[in-house]
Each structure stands twice: as structure tokens, then as C-alpha cells.
């Protein structure tokens, strides 16, 4: 009963460190990636998400921006109706993945970018 009691604390542990892990990438992410946004517009979304509030902010021309979803390895950030970024955080290859989706009336296309866990760019 003991060992089960302890590797159910284990396990919990570790689920609560690891769900900090995208929120330490994007807390540590320069300003030069996404300009619009400061970093405090970052740190109240992630703030708001994990409250379970809407995750809403405005950039620096007045319009919304929303984090739509906060895990452990992903977030979502719709930036306009036509921009939506998605985060992807590889504990494996040390990497994180930034998918911009655009949408148009008449076609939508993705952008990826791949960068290291400091934010430096790979190509």
C-alpha cells in the first residue's frame, strides 16, 4: 500500500512538473518572435489560462489575441481570425515547433518554424 501511495505522488509529481515545461518555453521566448505582444501580454495569458478564465489580451494595435489551449507539451494562440499559432514543445529533440496556420475566404496554408529550447532558430 505504502509503494503504490508513493508512486502515485511520484507520478503526480512529475505530471505537475512537466505540465510547467510549456509554460517555462513560452515565458523564456523573446519578443523578436512575436513583436506584437509583450512579454507581459504573454505571462497574463498563461496566468488567465491556467485559472480557467478566458486567456484574452490585446496587441500592440488594439486587437485580441487569445490562447485557446495550455498543456504540458502544446499551445494554441489564435492571433486574428486569419493567424492561428500553434506550439509544440519535443522533449526528445530538444526543440519547439511554431505552426502558423493562415486562413483566407478561399485557401489556408502553414508556415513552420522549428527553434531550440533557448529560442535560437533551426533550420
Not at 512529475?14 to 518555453?25: F, I, P, W, Y
Not at 480557467?52 to 485557446?68: L, Y
Not at 506550439?87 to 518554424?113: M, P
Amino acid at each position: 500500500m505504502k509503494r503504490l501511495l508513493l508512486l502515485l505522488l511520484i507520478a503526480m509529481s512529475a505530471s505537475v512538473l512537466s505540465a510547467q515545461a510549456m509554460r517555462k518555453a513560452i515565458e523564456q521566448m523573446p519578443d523578436t518572435i512575436f513583436p506584437l505582444l509583450e512579454r507581459n501580454d504573454w505571462l497574463d495569458m498563461l496566468d488567465e489560462k491556467e485559472a480557467n478564465v478566458p486567456a484574452k489580451v490585446k496587441n500592440r494595435f488594439g486587437k485580441e489575441v487569445e490562447m485557446t489551449q495550455l498543456t504540458a507539451q502544446e499551445a494554441e494562440v489564435v492571433m486574428s481570425s486569419a493567424l492561428t499559432v500553434h506550439f509544440t514543445l519535443d522533449s526528445e529533440t530538444q526543440r519547439i515547433t511554431l505552426t502558423y496556420t493562415y486562413k483566407t475566404t478561399q485557401l489556408t496554408e502553414q508556415t513552420t518554424r522549428h527553434y531550440s529550447l533557448d529560442w535560437k532558430p533551426i533550420e
